[in-house]
């Protein structure tokens, strides 16, 4: 079955940096688009960034510049690197396999927190 797993949420201090990982299985990572979302308190689920088989990035407006998504096909991995990270940047963040001709539908992992006191 599908499974994504994310990790490497925790909590930060203003300004600071962590790394988040999504880890596969079960689909062929390689032709499936994949991306980030997040989700704070009380808000909607939002894209964060977003990354093509081929590596095309597209990123949500509050963190260009800052946030970096990027894939390693070999691990079947994506990574999404936070800089500068911001009180308003505390939310559960989501790893995201986007259905195409192979894949039927979206699959979600399971969420990571990510907190950054203000």
């Known amino acids: 079955q599908v499974q994504l797993v994310e990790s490497g949420g925790g909590a930060v201090q203003f300004g600071g940096s962590l790394r988040l990982s999504c880890t596969a299985s079960g689909i062929i990572f390689s032709i499936t688009p994949m991306a980030w979302y997040r989700q704070a308190p009380g808000k909607e689920r939002e894209l964060v960034a977003h990354i093509t088989h081929s590596g095309i990035t597209n990123y949500g407006d509050s963190v260009k510049g800052r946030f970096t998504i990027s894939r390693d096909n070999a691990k079947n991995t994506v990574y999404l690197q936070m800089n500068t990270l911001k009180p308003e940047n505390t939310a559960v963040y989501y790893c995201?396999?986007?259905?195409?001709?192979?894949?039927?539908?979206?699959?979600w992992g399971q969420g990571t927190q990510v907190t950054v006191p203000s």
């Open positions: 995201k396999a986007e259905r195409h001709l192979g894949l039927g539908r979206d699959y």
